[in-house]
């Protein structure tokens, strides 16, 4: 299985952003996905993810953040809009071959990870 994320690069804040993650090798029309970031020397931490077909957020993003995915694509995305600088951070996209997962928000459970794309929010 192997996931490719795309879409990160500069944008200003209150811009808008859509990151792409392409799965390949596998089918995850049922799978659990998500996306990760990581902020320089900062943990990586939970932004969003899709759980036996419900969307999750993090409170740092729901309100403008929405997580999608195109099964016929076997593509996951992830549009965030009125960025800020907190925002600044490399994503990453993630996958579990289960159809649900209690802590969907914990790193752990996702066995499956693509390789970050950088998102930099200028101000």
């Known amino acids: 299985v192997q996931l490719q994320a795309s879409g990160g690069g500069l944008v200003q804040a209150g811009g808008s952003l859509k990151l792409s993650c392409v799965v390949s090798?596998?089918?995850?029309?049922?799978?659990?996905v998500g996306w990760f970031r990581q902020a320089p020397e900062k943990e990586r931490e939970f932004v969003a993810s899709?759980?036996?077909?419900?969307?999750y957020y993090a409170d740092s993003v729901k309100g403008r953040s929405t997580i999608s995915r195109d099964s016929a694509k076997n593509t996951l995305y992830l549009q965030m809009n009125s960025m800020d600088a907190e925002d600044t951070a490399v994503y990453f996209c993630a996958a579990a071959p289960y159809k649900y997962i209690r802590d969907y928000d914990s790193r752990n459970k996702y066995a499956y990870w693509g390789q970050g794309t950088l998102v930099t929010v200028s101000s």
């Open positions: 090798g596998h089918s995850f029309s049922n799978a659990v």
């Open positions: 899709i759980n036996d077909g419900r969307a």
